[in-house]
């Protein structure tokens, strides 16, 4: 679903289910940089794994 779709979507939990996905991810990140490993996400249609090191980088940017 895109996001103007999951805006109109009826279901309330249902339309904030991005936000959460999002809180979880930023979630998965702090974890990863407490515990000095990498995460794995998607890019495009790319799995990419970011290590802690890369991820401390992109804090700073």
């Not at 279901?11 to 995460?39: F, V, Y």
């Amino acid at each position: 679903m895109t996001q103007q779709e999951l805006a109109k979507a009826k279901d309330p939990d249902l339309r904030a289910s991005l936000q959460a996905i999002k809180r979880a991810a930023e979630l998965a990140r702090q974890t990863a940089l407490q515990t000095d490993t990498g995460i794995v996400v998607v890019e495009g249609q790319k799995m990419v794994h970011v290590s802690a090191q890369e991820l401390r980088q992109e804090r700073v940017l």
